[in-house]
């Protein structure tokens, strides 16, 4: 996906009305997620240029009801909420993993059946602050994830969703097929008729 188109997206996008904008910046962010390739795919929304915490609160249940994807607030302060989008099937599926319930339950997620007891846990930590576990919950191979928890020096050998200690080969196709799920956002809302002034 090219720069240029990216930054064409932006400019298109911000001539939208909130409701609009909110709804086509959200399935940008988590184009992975919808597509159900990723399990899960965090956000923050900030009031800044545009008011996006405000417009949060304000179409949230719609917004979220028409993409057909769950949210859950993992942080909430006075002028943020960083919220994670997920499916439950998929985020399931993903915790399911053996080897990502074996690490999971070495950070305490032991006999957590549920999807919605696992964020439970995460919501909680998160408050103090953002746990490593988090990667997983995003869909990051735990072996990446155990090498940035240990930190021992050692170079990351690739970085874009996340740092890549082992396996660059398959990083980088997961990276292109994220890259190739918002490409198709771009390319929808940019063929959306504008109305001429």
Same mark, same amino acid.
């Given at each position: 996906?090219?720069?240029?188109?990216?930054?064409?997206?932006?400019?298109?996008?911000?001539?939208?009305?909130?409701?609009?904008?909110?709804?086509?910046?959200?399935?940008?962010?988590?184009?992975?997620?919808?597509?159900?390739?990723?399990?899960?795919?965090?956000?923050?929304?900030?009031?800044?240029?545009?008011?996006?915490?405000?417009?949060?609160?304000?179409?949230?249940?719609?917004?979220?009801? %028409?993409? %057909?994807?769950?949210?859950?607030?993992?942080?909430?302060?006075?002028?943020?909420?960083?919220?994670?989008?997920?499916?439950?099937?998929?985020?399931?599926?993903?915790?399911?993993?053996?080897?990502? %319930?074996?690490?999971?339950?070495? %950070?305490?997620?032991?006999?957590?059946?549920?999807?919605?007891?696992?964020?439970?846990?995460?919501?909680?930590?998160?408050? +103090?602050?953002?746990?490593?576990?988090?990667?997983?919950?995003?869909?990051?191979?735990?072996?990446?994830?155990?090498?940035?928890?240990?930190?021992?020096?050692?170079?990351?050998?690739?970085?874009?969703?996340?740092?890549?200690?082992?396996?660059? +080969?398959?990083?980088?196709?997961?990276?292109?097929?994220?890259?190739? +799920?918002?490409?198709?956002?771009?390319?929808?809302?940019?063929?959306?008729?504008?109305?001429?002034?």
């Amino acid at each position: 996906m090219s720069k240029a188109c990216v930054h064409d997206f932006f400019r298109v996008l911000d001539r939208f009305e909130d409701r609009d904008f909110l709804l086509y910046k959200i399935q940008y962010d988590i184009a992975p997620t919808l597509a159900e390739i990723k399990p899960s795919s965090l956000m923050t929304f900030v009031n800044h240029k545009r008011e996006m915490l405000i417009l949060w609160d304000r179409y949230k249940e719609g917004i979220c009801l %028409q993409l %057909q994807v769950r949210y859950c607030e993992l942080r909430r302060k006075d002028d943020r909420v960083i919220v994670l989008f997920y499916r439950d099937e998929t985020l399931a599926n993903c915790l399911a993993v053996w080897k990502n %319930q074996n690490f999971l339950k070495g %950070q305490g997620y032991a006999d957590l059946p549920k999807v919605e007891d696992s964020l439970c846990l995460l919501r909680q930590r998160f408050e +103090e602050e953002c746990p490593h576990e988090l990667g997983i919950f995003l869909g990051y191979p735990v072996e990446d994830v155990t090498a940035f928890m240990e930190g021992n020096g050692a170079p990351c050998l690739a970085c874009k969703y996340w740092k890549v200690y082992q396996d660059v +080969e398959n990083a980088l196709k997961t990276f292109e097929a994220y890259d190739e +799920e918002r490409e198709k956002v771009v390319q929808a809302v940019l063929s959306i008729p504008r109305k001429s002034a």
